[in-house]
């Protein structure tokens, strides 16, 4: 009996101690959120966030989430069309609106806005609340700008190989796989190319996007800051013999025919293109196409160049940062964690959108259950990526004249190697 009383005593001791644990643990862990509410209990505060056109669906979502948590902040989204979205933004600067967070859209706004002092510096926001930065990889070390952080991602714009099913299923030629590299999409593009007019077939698309032209330099870990920019002539030359072959329409075609914004999609849904290296935005733009019936899709890694390695790609980030003159700016960072954070990760994730923050939760409800298109779908987390351009004070100017230049080059006017040799002696100039 006495032993029964002692174990039993044990027993019960031992529980009250995982209680107690317990309970100091989500004590703990709901002080961090009481004390953080407490900041904004005595007074309301409005949050001004300006973002575009695609962030619409997940921007609300989010902010009717954060508003359950914190509802003492209300925050006020204007969307801005994604044509004239920076166009627009830098109006809103000049004019001194009322702002306290950006979205922004690409490597280049980034380096532009944080080279004329328009974000604020978040390191000691990070350091202080002990951010943890480790779920957005390699990504987040592409981002710091003369040693500072100045935005978060939120998301990422991944490339894959896309792959229309249908065409290739009625070819008798086998899909793609992580091993296909870019001479087997220049072979495959040649076969799969056929008929003319309205019945024709191309090979494949590649969209009007300097990087794509030159993906297999960037690929191999090149840079346009690098002394030496020779791996881009040869990258630019084979983009050009794609078009030569006539498996792919020119640059000039796709400007002519309307096909720079959103025609990747149209063609490729539209079973006129059999393969097509593009972002993951467009795997739920193919999604949302109606009359889908005739048309199977899936993705591959991205084809990989001479001395390179499989599942190597490009990419960038969209963020956000807090407007440097924002009066709310604990508000605004707020925001930012919660929307860059796991939680806002979660709603893109559940969007089809791949999260700047990948954890393995995120990543569960990213990958689904395996029943929606692309069923390799996992591809897009799983791919090494590459910086489409470097983040450096000048780098909007510099895509700029490297754009103009490799655009000469695709159009005939001139050679890929003189239009890099051009792209080194402007970038020269421009780097005085």
Known sequence: MVKKYIAYMTLLFIVILLVIGCSNFLTNESKELIDRQAQFSEKNVKLKVITWTDEKIPMEKIITEFNKKFPNITVECTIISSIDYVDSINKFLANKENIDLICIVSPDMYSQLADNKQLEPLNDFVYRDKFDMSPYGNVINDLTFEGKYYAVPYRNNVFLMYYNKTIFDNAGIPYPTENFTWDDFRKTAKKLTKGSGKDKIWGAFIQAYPYLWT???????????????????????????????????????????????????????????????????????????????????????????????????????????????????????????????????????????????????????????????????????????????????????????????????????????????????RRKELMK
């Open 215 to 425: 993906i297999s330099a960037l690929q191999n870990g090149k840079s346009l800051l690098d002394d030496d920019l020779t791996p881009f002539i040869d990258a630019l030359q084979f983009t050009v013999d794609l078009q030569n072959d006539g498996s792919v329409l020119t640059a000039a075609q796709i400007k002519e025919q309307g096909l720079i914004k959103g025609g990747s999609v149209t063609m490729f849904g539209g079973n006129k293109v059999a393969m097509m290296p593009m972002g993951e935005w467009t795997a739920w733009q193919l999604r949302a196409m109606k009359n889908r019936e005739n048309f199977q899709w899936d993705v591959a890694p991205m084809p990989y160049p001479k001395g390179g390695s499989p599942n190597v790609t490009i990419g960038s980030s969209t963020l956000m940062g807090i407007y440097a003159n924002s009066k709310n700016k604990e508000a605004a960072w707020e925001f930012l964690k919660y929307y860059c954070g796991e939680e806002g990760a979660c709603i893109y994730a559940e969007n089809g959108s791949i999260p700047g923050a990948v954890t393995s939760h995120v990543k569960k409800i990213y990958v689904g259950d395996n029943t929606k298109d692309p069923k390799n779908i996992g591809a897009f987390l799983n791919s090494v990526i590459e910086p489409c351009m470097p983040v450096f004070p000048k780098s909007s100017q510099l895509s700029k004249l490297v754009e103009e230049e490799f655009q000469l080059a695709m159009n005939g006017i001139k050679t890929p190697e003189e239009a890099v040799r051009a792209v080194e002696k």
